[in-house]
């Protein structure tokens, strides 16, 4: 029932637009309206744009975009599991499958599309799966365990996207796309080209100008391959259709609502359908210019529109939206914006294409000069400046646009305030100065928070630090360059040159020395503290837990032992390459059997042992040390893994012996200590199942030796690795790695992943094969040293710490109070193994 003097407004579907339709209500309502979401997924709104992601380890939980404490702060009915099957628009409700009649003031459809799938013979076969939510890549990932093939069917966004993640587990995998191109809406016939040669560089087949005419089937009714209309059978086990999407209008349909003749509810520009108490926004709706929108950002804008509608609050209305992308599929990036065809009449191409690079460059010029559109293929770095110059006069003649900066750089230029620098959120470069200048939102997560710039696809984020950059400037204020307020004049990579060249041993010296005036003598803070803790780390200067280095550590390092949610410590043993004896497991076992831990495996192919109070730490690593274990690392911003898949010893498609390199490779570098965490992988042949090309660095056997690749990473923001250099022999690629590491050691920034490091680098791959092949900076001879340097003097910190009776003392809950436990710390039993009990349900329950 709804509140007493407020709207009932009640939402039917919780995707992103949805959600957004939520914040944009909230965030001007003032109480007057209250809400209920119905929801057909099992969960709140999540990101659909990343959820590729998911295969490289991002959880559920990391794609969520409602918190559970955003419900609540704003009293959010949502109803998950339970979708809505029938409108009674005289009566005002609605009715779920569960029977549940729900009343509405005013009801937002928000049911986005659904993965067309051809209805060709054996669509629905054992073995074919769309890709549109969690489920579905769930459900592909259980299947792709047991399978050698995949085939996509469509090669647009999602399409490629798919094949990704079907590359990523290991498969053969092949894309089948009916236009004569891949993302043939997006992109023209060159960057097509370009794109595809790309795409088939990283093992994935390509069959374009070929649809699909069945899907066959074995004897048990599995998917057994597929045929295709040119007349070619192509072999699969497993098949992801992929081919568009379809609005979801059938509610509206059988409520007597107008649908388009291809679907999508008929709404005006302020988002209504023909019926006053019903609105409709996003991938369902039909909008005004005759259109459905089928990316975030147009349903972004719809949703403000029907919150501002229903709220009272003045709107332009919907009309029309930035159809602009900016992707990276497969490893590749690829941007269209504007009008990429070129379909304008009197309209001139500017072209730059090098097909031994992969690059393609096209701008669309109008008669008049303005820019009209572009697409750009293996190199989208000046996306970000492009696209809000669409549709004005160029600063600058087109060819110094799409030119590589080897060729003639572009001359700097402002953009116009009234450019759109967020397409997600339709933010101008005005909007984002204010941000600067009258909030004083001095730095970009404070323009984020402030104009949600940057929190949609995140293309924009670059533009929004240069231009906050520039606005701080104009107002004489200087961005900080260095580290913090207490290293204000250097960065993180000139303090590592520092501590390096003289030799310096103590955060102590250091900022008397070099710190900031009135810094001298200080404290430090959170951020210097441990960022020179980690380089003094990285030089080998002293354990960690000795004198003041003892007192720069966060809570991970101070205890050798990442914190858990529950106060508890984990312990992870190192276990190189995954490989480990039966009497290894057995010690494992008898550890957390005597110690009541909680035993996982992770991905990283590892055996984590979780519930670890703080005394119990070092009898714990006296067992595991004795047993011939070290310290995984799993609390350090160091090497934590080196994954493998078994290699040639054991698998029929092994090239190389691939754990026999991971466990060499995660010996030599074990404990390295760098600004950011390291993942690494190891596959012995071309079917990847080790995930190399997910890693900070990675290495795919070949026929010839090895191929490197580096700067990849999960998580929120993926990155598929470059290749730096193929078919290596053993020692070229050990010497390549330790030169690529330690280069990275020694320039990037605090918390920078190599992913964004390289990213950030000018000139890219092509500088960093430079300084470590070619010794173009003549630093190799460093680099080398003091790889040398860490392998010579590496010793276990855990057994190190053992050893030392000072260094042993820290590990007790209390201090005043030894052998004390925590009264804190306490579990709960699931699945036959401890849980923790958090601390608010403590909280609640003391109450």
Known sequence: MSDVGKTNVVLVGHGMVGQRFVEALVEQDG??????????????????????SWFSGTTAEELSLCSAEFARQHQIDIRLGDPVETIDRIGRTVTTRAGRSVPYDVLVLATGSYPFVPPVPGHDADGCF????????????????????GAVVGGGLLGLEAAGALTAMGLETHVVEFAPRLMAIQVDDGGGEVLRRKVEELGVTVHTGAGTQAVTTGADGRVSGMTL??????????????????????????????????????VDERCRTADPHILAIG??????????????????????????????????????????????????????????????????????????????????????????????????????????????????????LVLPASMGAPVRFELPDTAVVCSCHAVTKAVIRNAVTAHDCLDVPAVKKCTKAGTGCGSCVKLIGTIVTEELAAAGI?????????????????????????????????????????????????????????????????????????????????FLANIQRNGSYSVVPRIPGGEITPEGLITIGEIARDFGLYTKITGGQRIDLFGATVDQLPPIWRRLVAAGFESG?????????????????????????????????????????????????????????????SKDFGVIATSEGWNLYVG????????????????????????????????????????????????????????LRAVI???????????????????????????????????????????????????????????????????????????
């Not at 992969?358 to 989208?380: E, F, Q």
């Not at 900076?777 to 053992?802: K, S």
């Open 773 to 847: 092949n070619d010794d173009s900076l003549g630093i190799c001879a460093d680099l080398d040293e003091l790889m040398n340097r860490h392998v010579g003097t590496y010793q276990d910190e855990w057994a190190a710490t053992l050893a030392d009776p000072d260094r042993v003392r820290r590990f007790v809950s209390f201090v005043n109070a030894p052998g004390t436990p925590d009264p804190t710390v306490r579990f709960t039993a699931e699945r036959d193994q401890i849980k923790p009990v958090l601390f608010e349900k403590l909280e609640v329950r003391g109450r």
């Open 283 to 400: 991938e369902c709706a039909l909008a005004a210019d005759g259109r459905v929108y089928g990316l975030v950002a147009p349903g972004y804008a719809m949703a403000e529109v029907a919150a501002a509608e229903i709220g009272g609050a003045g709107t332009d209305g919907f009309a029309g939206a930035d159809l602009s992308t900016k992707l990276k599929l497969l490893g590749v990036e690829v941007a269209s914006f504007g009008d990429a065809h070129g379909t304008a009449e009197g309209c001139v191409e500017v072209l730059y294409s090098n097909t031994r690079a992969g690059v393609y460059k096209k701008l669309v010029i109008g008669a008049d000069g303005r820019l009209l559109g572009g697409v750009l293929v293996g190199d989208a770095e000046a996306y970000g400046t492009l696209r809000p110059l669409t549709g004005g006069a160029l600063p600058v003649p087109a060819e110094q």
């Open 229 to 266: 209309s040119d007349g070619s059978e192509l072999a699969a086990d497993l098949v992801v259709f992929s081919a568009g999407v379809r609005p979801r209008d059938q509610l509206a349909r059988a409520a007597g609502l107008a649908v388009g003749e291809r679907g999508g509810i008929v």
């Open 31 to 52: 109480g007057r309206v209250a809400v209920t979401v119905l929801a057909e997924e099992p969960r709140r709104a999540y990101d659909r744009v990343h959820l590729t």
């Open 633 to 693: 690392h799993a609390y350090g911003k160091a090497l934590r893994t080196v994954k493998s898949c078994v290699g040639e010893t054991w698998c029929r498609y092994g090239v190389q012996d691939s754990v026999g390199l991971a466990i060499e490779l995660e010996l030599r570098y074990r404990g390295l200590r760098s600004p950011h965490k390291l993942k690494s992988a190891v596959s012995g042949c071309a079917r990847e199942c080790a995930e190399a090309q």
């Open 478 to 558: 200087e961005s900080m360059r260095g580290l913090c307020e207490h290293f204000a004049e250097h960065t993180r990579a000139e303090l590592y040159e520092i501590v390096r060249v003289k030799g310096i041993t103590s955060f102590t010296r250091l900022i008397d020395e070099h710190g900031s005036s009135g810094a001298p003598g200080g404290d430090g803070c959170d951020v210097c503290k441990p960022t020179v803790g980690s380089i003094l780390a990285s030089l080998a200067q002293g354990h960690i837990l000795d004198g003041e280095q003892a007192a720069l550590q966060d809570t991970n390092d101070h």
């Open 712 to 767: 990849g990473n999960g998580g929120m923001t993926p990155r598929h690795a470059d290749l730096l250099a193929s078919d290596l022999d053993r020692d070229t690629l050990i010497r390549t790695i330790d030169r690529f590491l330690m280069f990275y050691i020694r320039t990037a920034d605090r918390l920078e992943r190599t992913a964004s490091w390289l990213e950030r680098m000018e000139g890219g791959l092509d500088h």
């Open 130 to 149: 769309v890709y549109r939510t969690i489920e579905d890549v769930e459900a592909i990932e259980a299947a792709a365990r047991g399978a050698r093939v």
